[in-house]
């Protein structure tokens, strides 16, 4: 009888080790898959996988792809002077389709003014009133003036090194708030919550003034485009830092409310691109040696 008992005992103590062995090996075959999927992000719906799998195009001459460079991700900072301001027929006046402050002389890239309007709009529904332009694009003479004319050198960068050369560039203000509480009012507050929405980053975040070069500018804001901002948005980067990644990475892909694109990195190559086949796509130089294309 006592023989039996250990017999039973024995098989009990053997099948739950058995039992131990599978449910361990069923965790260890789950982080080993898991492991390699993407990571998944709640907010505004947005998957990014790393690093993007594609078949690439046989490289193509810049001035064949039937595509200009947008310039949206183009770096300008300390580092890196802007390579060319765009002509007067490339900008369109600020006035009337948004508040300015002044009527005479506030350009901005039309792609610029088209998110600024539709934020502003966004903005009034919200109930969030008097934002109004102060600043759009700037002439390397202007700054020349503004630079060397006593203005603080945490908020104002050198002549040739500054957003505003672009027309992507926009300072925005509040009526009846002074520039340095417009980050704690419910205008400067709200416009750093939504602006990315529209297409537009907050560029000088507090906290980034190592990586920017420039004090916390709650009022300046740059135009890279909606899908670009939500992922510096989503993850916190400013520009410097997104190009980075995106250099490191050689690729990602995000899925953005049910849509799939691909943001990749190519190293300007004698003028030539490697392109994703058979999928659309905008470029744009990041005036560090290469470009970021966009597709989808």
Same mark, same amino acid.
């Given at each position: 009888m006592a023989s039996r008992k250990k017999i039973r005992a024995y098989r009990i103590e053997k099948t739950l080790l058995f039992l131990m062995v599978m449910v361990m090996g069923v965790c260890a075959a789950y982080m080993i898959i898991t492991a390699n999927e993407p990571i998944t992000r709640d907010a505004d719906s947005i998957i990014i996988t790393s690093p993007a799998r594609i078949e690439p195009q046989a490289a193509t001459a810049l001035a064949n792809t039937g595509f200009t460079d947008t310039g949206y991700l183009a770096l300008v900072n300390h580092n890196h002077a802007v390579r060319a301001q765009p002509s007067h027929d490339m900008l369109v006046s600020a006035w009337p389709t948004v508040a300015v402050s002044r009527v005479d002389g506030m350009y901005l890239h039309p792609s610029a003014l088209r998110a600024v309007s539709e934020l502003f709009a966004s903005a009034q529904a919200a109930g969030v009133e008097g934002l109004?332009?102060?600043?759009?694009?700037?002439g390397v003479e202007h700054q020349a003036q503004l630079y060397n004319g006593g203005a603080n050198g945490n908020f104002v960068m050198p002549p040739g090194h500054s957003e505003h050369h672009t027309g992507l560039a926009v300072d925005i203000m509040a009526?009846?708030?002074?520039?340095? #509480? &417009?980050?704690?009012s419910a205008q400067g507050q709200w416009l750093g919550a939504n602006s990315y929405r529209y297409g537009l980053i907050l560029r000088y975040p507090e906290g980034a003034e190592h990586i920017t070069g420039i004090a916390f500018e709650p009022w300046h804001f740059r135009y890279v485009g909606r899908v670009h901002a939500y992922i510096m948005r989503r993850e916190g980067l400013v520009l410097e830092e997104y190009i980075q990644l995106i250099k490191d990475e050689g690729s990602i892909q995000i899925e953005k409310n049910g849509k799939s694109y691909l943001i990749l990195f190519q190293a300007d190559q004698n003028?030539?691109?490697?392109?994703?086949?058979?999928? #659309? &796509?905008?470029?744009?130089?990041?005036?560090?040696?290469?470009?970021?294309?966009?597709?989808?």
């Open positions: 109004f332009v102060t600043s759009g694009f700037r009526m009846g708030i002074g520039q340095f #509480e &417009f980050g704690d003028d030539t691109i490697n392109l994703p086949a058979g999928m #659309e &796509f905008t470029i744009s130089s990041t005036n560090t040696a290469g470009y970021i294309v966009k597709a989808w």
